[in-house]
């Protein structure tokens, strides 16, 4: 049996006639809210009205016996009548609009369970039927008082409130990364956003975005879902104490310390370990994951654990559906736009690590460009914002630190850029090129050397 109570529809049709049709479709209110035919043919009945001047009751009566739908679909003044008389004032709007607000979701969870059981019967996979699944059943858990309701005023009451806290604080509308600049371009992470962080292997791309967690989580107590699909869990703890404690641990396996120092360095990190168990760094390390489980295990993660940011390492590791195997560029494709989804289906920002192609290392030390980016052009337009970690001259390297830039290629939020930054591979951590001045003066000094002696040469040969 379908799930509706026609008392409350009509007096929610009556407190419309009366005078709250506008604010009724203000809040979300459509015919599909209606379970009786003629409800729903009053109310389209309204809606023309509406169309022509005020609503009135006096204007909804008139206009009924010239209007060949409405009586078509089993309308009557007398049905309009006694949804007024329901009513009986505008006064009892939001009582009449529960009762039918809820018998709607009802509705829809038993329309829900009748697509499922088809879909079911014909599913060919069952993790992207799961993921249908679960995202709709997650649209419906979402529906609230004022989803589709209103939602220009409720955008710009959002606009507002970001501009009011960019003006009263540092310009970070979104999470914080940790790094000046990176939060001076992009002013933080925002939910709904994909985050493309690209390089070729060994720039740091893990690294880089398991500092961005660290920050969050440690500093700011923000929970964070890591999908790792290349490293352990271990690993990523290992180099998560390393960055956090500022000790080589390589250093220390390999027996570089000698016993003294070893003994010593292993009481700082048995001090920072509680720190770092405490933070709610949630790591899901898999190495065969498919985009449909991904999004599942990461609605987990945000109804479990109140994730407020997901990252995956890195995206080209994700498998597509059954459907797109065997046609790289459009399974990549698939994983990039069902990783935006994501995004917008949980209101998180998402950072997505990618691989670049290999043409890159064969065409001299340039800046990574956003068609480098490995396997399919979907990746660029699926993102937000693409980044990249580059490294001009390896050169600018002291010990450990290897002086690096991060390129914003793309960014739909705001402008372009690029800034320094130092890689410390030995604490596994991307640090502020303004506490690394002596990198930044040493890559100076070689560009200004290489100058003179390109102008020499130059010299020479106009003589």
């Known amino acids: 049996m379908v799930p509706f109570d026609a008392n409350a529809e009509r007096g929610l049709l009556g407190c419309c006639i009366l005078g709250d049709y506008n604010n009724a479709v203000a809040d979300g209110v459509t015919d599909e809210w209606f379970n009786e035919l003629t409800h729903k043919a009053a109310w389209h009945l309204i809606g023309r009205v509406a169309e022509k001047g005020d609503v009135s009751e006096q204007s909804v009566v008139c206009a009924a016996p010239g209007d060949q739908t409405y009586l078509d679909n089993g309308g009557s003044v007398v049905g309009l009548t006694e949804m007024v008389d329901t009513a009986p004032t505008v006064g009892n709007y939001h009582y009449w609009l529960k009762p039918c607000r809820e018998r709607l979701r009802l509705r829809r969870y038993v329309q829900l369970g009748l697509d499922m059981q088809q879909a079911a019967a014909k599913a060919e996979d069952v993790d ?17 008082e004022q989803d589709k309701g209103n939602q220009r005023l409720e955008s710009f009451s959002r606009i507002i409130d970001l501009l009011q806290a960019a003006h009263e604080g540092t310009g970070v509308v979104g999470l914080p990364t940790g790094y000046e600049d990176l939060d001076k371009i992009l002013c933080g992470l925002r939910g709904g956003a994909l985050y493309t962080l690209a390089a070729r292997p060994g720039m740091g791309k893990s690294t880089l975005a398991m500092n961005i967690a660290e920050t969050l989580a440690v500093q ?27 000790i080589n641990l ?10 003294a120092e070893r003994l010593r ?72 736009r069902g990783l935006k989804k994501m995004a917008l289906e949980l209101d998180v920002p998402v950072i997505a690590l990618a691989q670049l192609n290999r043409s890159i290392e064969h065409d001299g030390n340039r800046i ?7 396997e399919s052009g979907r990746i660029e337009a699926d993102s937000d914002a693409v980044l990249f970690i580059h490294c001009s001259n390896s050169s600018v390297y ?40 002596d990198l930044v003066d040493m890559a100076e000094t070689m560009a200004n050397k290489k100058v003179a002696k390109t102008t020499k040469s130059y010299t020479r040969k106009s003589a």
């Open 220 to 246: 700011g107590k923000v929970p964070v879902a890591f999908f790792s699909l290349e490293m352990s869990c271990d690993e990523l703890n290992q180099r998560m104490l390393g960055s956090y404690s500022s």
């Open 128 to 144: 992207t039927f799961a993921d249908e699944a679960e995202s709709r059943l997650f649209e419906l858990r979402k529906f609230k």
């Open 398 to 437: 002291i010990d450990g630190r290897l002086l690096c830039q991060i390129v914003v290629s793309k960014n739909r939020s705001g402008r372009q850029g690029k800034f320094d930054i130092a890689f410390h591979r030995d604490f596994s951590r991307f640090e502020d090129w303004r506490t690394n001045q």
């Open 368 to 374: 990574p460009r956003l068609s480098d980016l490995r």
């Open 250 to 259: 390589q250093r220390f396996i390999n027996h570089d310390y000698d016993q």
């Open 265 to 336: 360095l292993l009481k700082v990190l048995a001090k920072k370990i509680p720190t770092l168990n405490a933070a709610p760094i949630h790591i899901c390390p898999r190495t065969d994951i498919s985009i449909s489980q991904l999004r599942a295990e990461a609605r987990r993660y945000v109804k479990n654990y109140g994730a407020k940011l997901v990252i995956v390492d890195y995206l080209q590791l994700v498998a597509g559906g059954k459907g797109s195997r065997g046609n790289r560029v459009q399974e990549v494709g698939e994983i990039s």
